[in-house]
C-alpha cells in the first residue's frame, strides 16, 4: 500500500504563488509517473502536470509557462510551484502516483486532494 499525502494549498490573491508537496510512502520501489490533477467545481478532473522517475515534464497547455512540477526521487516527493495564479486555477489539487511495489505491479495512487483557491 502506498499513502499520498499533499500539502500547501490554501486562499491566495490572483498574482501571488502557492506551492504544493505531495509526499507517499509505504510499499513502493519506483514511482512513474507522479503528478498533479485538478478538479475545478462542475468541471471534470484534468491532468495538470507530471514528471517521469527520468525527469521529463507534461503541463497543461493552460499553465505552461506558469506552473513548474519537480520531483525528489529519493523521497518520493512531487512538488508543483505555481506563479501567476489566477481564479480559474482554483480547485481541489490532488496528488497522483503510479508505484511499482515489491510484487512489481504497477498500481495507481491518488491523495485526498488540497483545495487552491485564487482571489480576485
Known amino acids: 500500500q502506498v499513502q499520498l499525502v499533499e500539502s500547501g494549498g490554501g486562499l491566495v490573491q490572483a498574482g501571488g504563488s502557492l506551492r504544493l508537496s505531495c509526499a507517499a510512502s509505504?510499499?513502493?520501489?519506483?514511482?512513474?509517473?507522479m503528478g498533479w490533477y485538478r478538479q475545478a467545481p462542475g468541471k471534470q478532473r484534468e491532468l495538470v502536470a507530471s514528471v517521469s522517475s527520468g525527469g521529463n515534464t507534461n503541463y497543461a497547455d493552460s499553465v505552461k509557462g506558469r506552473f513548474t512540477c519537480s520531483r525528489d526521487n529519493a523521497q518520493n516527493t512531487v512538488y508543483l510551484q505555481m506563479n501567476s495564479l489566477k481564479p480559474e486555477d482554483t480547485a481541489v489539487y490532488y496528488c497522483?502516483?503510479?508505484?511499482?511495489?515489491?510484487?512489481?505491479?504497477?498500481?495507481?495512487?491518488w491523495g485526498k486532494g488540497t483545495l487552491v483557491t485564487v482571489s480576485s
Open positions: 509505504g510499499n513502493i520501489v519506483i514511482i512513474n509517473p
Open positions: 497522483y502516483a503510479r508505484s511499482l511495489n515489491s510484487d512489481y505491479r504497477y498500481m495507481d495512487y
